[in-house]
């Protein structure tokens, strides 16, 4: 089975701080992504990354930045959190382009 | 318009019966289909996937797919309350690397 695993279950951040969650994956995928889902909003591509040290910008990116520095791990960054980044993340990985994407447990974020 | 819609429920189904979930897409060309379960404060499950035309059954969960009308569907067969969840449908666009979601469609299944 896929095992895709997100570093924290809940976390929270003041106002203005740098935050990382961090992905990783032990099924050797190439493709890995990082979601935003909200009420109402449905889920929201913000990064992806499709090889080591490769990176897209999804439909979202302000204010979130991305590293991929080793093939199972993908890791997303608020450089300054704000209150309306407080959100669920989700973190997905796959195979390759037409493969089904698994999702890691999520992480619901709330920043104060 | 939306690249993927679906009915947003909530769809309330009595227990046993079949609950039938419709997604419709915008883009022609689409490859491949997915079907995600995810409940309440969880994150989404895969069930199915689906690329060519026709029916794939898995279990209780039949996906059917037309390309030519542009859908996809999920039958869930002998519904039980622990199928009550948000349904997710997901296209694959071509010459994409991701993935477009419907909004979900929310099911009940009532004992």
């Known amino acids: 089975d896929v095992k895709v695993t997100q570093s924290s279950r809940y976390l929270v951040k003041r106002t203005g701080e740098k935050v990382f969650l961090e992905c990783v994956q032990d099924?050797?995928?190439?493709?890995m992504f990082w979601y935003r889902q909200d009420p109402g909003l449905g889920l929201r591509l913000i990064y992806f990354?499709?090889?080591?040290?490769?990176?897209e910008k999804g439909d979202i990116p302000e204010g979130y930045s991305v590293s991929r520095e080793k093939k199972e791990r993908f890791s997303l960054i608020l450089e300054s959190a704000s209150t309306n980044q407080t959100s669920m993340y989700l973190c997905?990985?796959?195979?390759?382009?037409?493969?089904?994407?698994?999702f890691g447990n999520g992480t619901r974020l709330t920043v104060t | 318009q939306k690249e993927v819609e679906q009915n947003s429920g909530p769809l309330s189904v009595p227990e046993g019966a079949i609950a039938s979930l419709n997604c419709t897409y915008s883009d022609r060309g689409s490859q491949s289909f997915f079907w995600y379960r995810q409940y309440s404060g969880k994150s989404p499950e895969l069930i199915m996937f689906i690329y060519s035309n026709g029916d794939k059954e898995d279990g209780r969960f039949t996906a059917q797919l037309n390309k030519a009308s542009q859908y996809v569907s999920l039958l869930i067969r002998d519904s039980q309350p622990s199928d009550s969840a948000t349904y997710l449908c997901?296209?694959?666009?071509?010459?994409?690397?991701?993935?477009?979601f419907g909004a979900g469609t929310t099911v009940t299944v009532r004992a």
């Open positions: 997901a296209v694959k666009l071509p010459n994409d690397y991701k993935l477009s």
């Open positions: 997905a990985s796959r195979k390759d382009g037409n493969s089904p994407l698994h």
């Open positions: 099924m050797d995928h190439e493709n």
């Open positions: 990354s499709y090889d080591v040290k490769m990176k």
